[in-house]
């Protein structure tokens, strides 16, 4: 009884802030202009418009994943030979937790500086004879979003999948080397196989994050809406969008059917990794 009273303000917390915010989103989408109920905004789910901001996100969630996670990967498992107490694995994890939460108009703000039209790493660049905005100023559309996205999913891939490396026990590797096994194959036959639901789930949730992520994409595309988090933005601050009103419910919708399946998936491989991290 002591315990559940005193997650009661956490609790009250999550109702408050997340969960009666997203029921208000959702069921704005099944009200048209004037309150009544409709499914009309349901119907702008298959309109062209919003079907290429859904794949748009979603290539720019995957592609981030997918980058971050093997990069996070390849830093996780260098790790693995320094001590998880020694200098090295502190700087690691401290500038990790922060990176992972350094997102939004900040890191807009540093991209724009370090690598926009007069950032300094692109006058730096242009004075060598190299100019990275030959072919049009990237950065401030779709293409500019990759590598801010993959600048806060490295670090959360080496905070959420380095307890998956720690939990590959030394003995495992003593004992395929007794019976005669090659490191092949006990990455092949052992090492993989107990990392691979820990890789996958962690994948999933770098798509989540980079899928859900606003903020750092409002920052630098000022026009146009191209990924779904824009279009909600674009159907909230104009009138109407696409001929309804009150289209970001339905765009709301849509964005929480991917997560909920994106992290069923997450619950499951979470679940099977969990039995070697005990």
């Known amino acids: 009884m002591g315990a559940a009273f005193g997650l009661l303000p956490f609790g009250a917390y999550v109702a408050l802030f997340l969960a009666l915010p997203t029921l208000i989103a959702l069921g704005t989408g099944f009200l048209d202009g004037d309150g009544g109920f409709t499914f009309d905004n349901l119907l702008a789910l298959g309109d062209p418009f919003v079907l290429q901001g859904f794949w748009n996100t979603i290539w720019l969630s995957a592609l981030t994943a997918v980058a971050g996670a093997l990069i996070g ?30 997102g939004g108009v900040m890191l807009a703000f540093a991209f724009i500086a370090t690598m926009g039209g007069q950032g300094l ?18 950065l401030y559309e779709m293409p500019g979003l990759v590598l801010p996205y993959i600048y806060f999913q490295v670090p959360l891939m080496i905070i959420v999948f380095m307890p998956a490396m720690e939990a590959l026990r030394p ?68 009138e109407t969008v696409l001929g309804r009103a009150n289209l970001a419910g339905a765009l709301a919708l849509g964005m929480i059917a991917v997560m909920v399946v994106v992290m069923v998936g997450y619950a499951f491989l979470d679940r099977r990794a969990s039995r070697w991290q005990r």
């Open 73 to 102: 990967l390849i830093v996780c498992y260098a790790l693995t030979s320094s001590s998880s107490t020694g200098p090295l694995r502190t700087v690691v994890d401290a500038l990790s937790s922060v990176l992972a939460q350094f």
């Open 171 to 238: 003995q495992w590797a003593e004992a395929n080397a007794t019976l005669g096994g090659t490191r092949f194959a006990y990455w092949k036959n052992i090492g993989l196989p107990v990392l691979a639901p820990s890789f996958f789930g962690s994948l999933l949730l770098l798509f989540a994050n980079a899928f859900s992520s606003f903020a750092t994409a409002a920052a630098l595309i000022s026009q146009g809406a191209q990924i779904t988090p824009l279009q909600i933005r674009a159907s909230l601050t104009s």
């Open 121 to 138: 790493v692109t006058l730096i660049l242009r004075n060598w004879g190299i100019d990275i905005y030959a072919n049009g100023v990237w």
